[in-house]
């Protein structure tokens, strides 16, 4: 890979900058590049908006009230498509992680399914889900950040590898990340799938135990990205570009493992998460545990922030998602090359990328 210097940037259109978030673990490469300066860098000044929900994030972006987000990677395409609750072109030209969930159940189903293991009825919890559910008269309740999210599809995956119906056999209720691990106490929910530190918080308060992760039921899943308007793109494309550098950056200073108990750190802030750095760095260190008496199990790669097949967006796995959540919409997606090729910009990685280590 060429290099460039930043000199050889074009100027930015624009220097203030409104960037939406959610309160995440893998919010970090947006939260790491404010605090290491790396905006500042590339000549932006930039104020993080946390946001509660996806959607909400999505509508601001599209109102124009942030100029880019940290967005769910189905949520480009699906509000371009107009399925998702508002129809506006979103695209990315950067992807910032994949991986990085978990399915976790309630303490008290967690115990079903373990009792159920126990006598040798089953093999795992997701199978034990399935016995459960042919004894009862009411389906489970599952939450999920948003309905056209990669945990929606981690979540069907998981369940399907048991033979159970996600469309018949539970209920699917949206729940923002923040809200979990409430709505898993009070009985709203009966599990979830979310991205950390929300299955980690639920572990360690014995609110619940974590029994699938991400990486275990999908390698390699686009999970967030930098979301943009095609508008704005069109009208600040050298902005556009320095932010893209800044991320890049930030998302390969995470890459290095010595530097996760400082990003940690910077996520636990009350500015930013607001939770013990406790419970943010495990994920960060790819070192969790599944419930209060696990010891704490090594997960390879479950976050991934940075190297090409990470943040190059590839148009196979936008069509991969795009496919998965027809199947949710129960109808093909006409033209999915199409939609894939608009949303999906590689060329917009391939021209930030020499600026990477500059």
């Known amino acids: 890979m060429s ?18 978030y959610l309160p995440l673990t893998d919010a970090a490469p947006l939260i790491v ?28 972006l599209v109102a124009g009230h942030l100029d880019a987000a940290q967005m769910l990677a189905p949520l480009p395409a699906m509000s371009t498509l107009g399925v998702s609750g508002i129809r506006a072109p979103i695209l990315t030209g950067l992807v910032l992680s994949k991986n990085g969930n978990a399915v976790t159940l309630s303490q008290g189903l967690w115990a079903e399914c373990q009792s159920m293991i126990q006598q040798r009825r089953c093999d795992s919890s997701a199978e034990a889900i399935a016995l459960i559910l042919k004894s009862r008269s009411s389906p489970l309740t599952f939450g999920t950040v948003h309905a ?14 048991a033979g159970v119906d996600p469309d018949r056999d539970i209920r699917l209720l949206v729940v923002p990340p923040i809200q979990m691990v409430d ?19 639920a572990v360690q308060r014995g609110v619940g135990a974590i029994v699938a992760f991400g990486v275990d039921v999908w390698s390699g899943a686009p999970e967030k990205v ?17 932010l893209r550098v800044a991320l890049l950056r930030a998302c390969a200073w995470l890459a290095h493992q010595e530097n996760a108990a400082t990003a940690a750190d910077m996520l636990a802030a009350p500015d930013y998460l607001n939770i013990p750095k406790a419970q943010i760095l495990p994920s960060l260190a790819g070192c969790l545990r599944s419930h209060l008496t696990d010891d704490h199990t090594q997960i390879a790669d479950f976050h991934i922030f940075s190297g090409e097949r990470v943040n ?3 148009l196979t796995e936008i069509t991969e998602l795009i496919n998965e959540c027809a199947d949710l919409m129960g109808k093909p997606v006409m ?10 910009r590689p060329d917009l990685y391939d021209a930030a990328s020499p600026y990477l280590k500059a």
């Not at 033209?335 to 999906?344: F, G, K, P, Y």
Request: glycine share 6%.
């Open 33 to 60: 590049a404010q605090e290491l300066g790396l905006f500042t860098e590339m000549g932006l000044s930039a104020t993080l908006h946390q946001e509660i929900s996806w959607a909400n994030a999505r509508d601001k």
């Open 335 to 344: 033209d999915t090359q199409a939609l894939a090729e608009r949303v999906c």
């Open 183 to 201: 709505s898993l106490r009070s009985g709203v929910i009966d599990g979830y799938c979310v991205g950390e530190p929300w299955n980690t918080v």
């Open 3 to 20: 290099t460039a210097t930043i000199e050889e940037l074009p100027l930015t259109e624009k220097h203030e900058l409104q960037l939406g």
């Open 148 to 161: 056209f999210s990669t945990h929606t599809l981690i979540l069907r995956r998981w369940l399907r590898s």
């Open 312 to 314: 190059r967006p590839q």
């Open 226 to 242: 930098l979301a943009v308007s095609e508008d704005w793109h069109n009208r600040y494309p050298h902005t556009h570009l320095r």
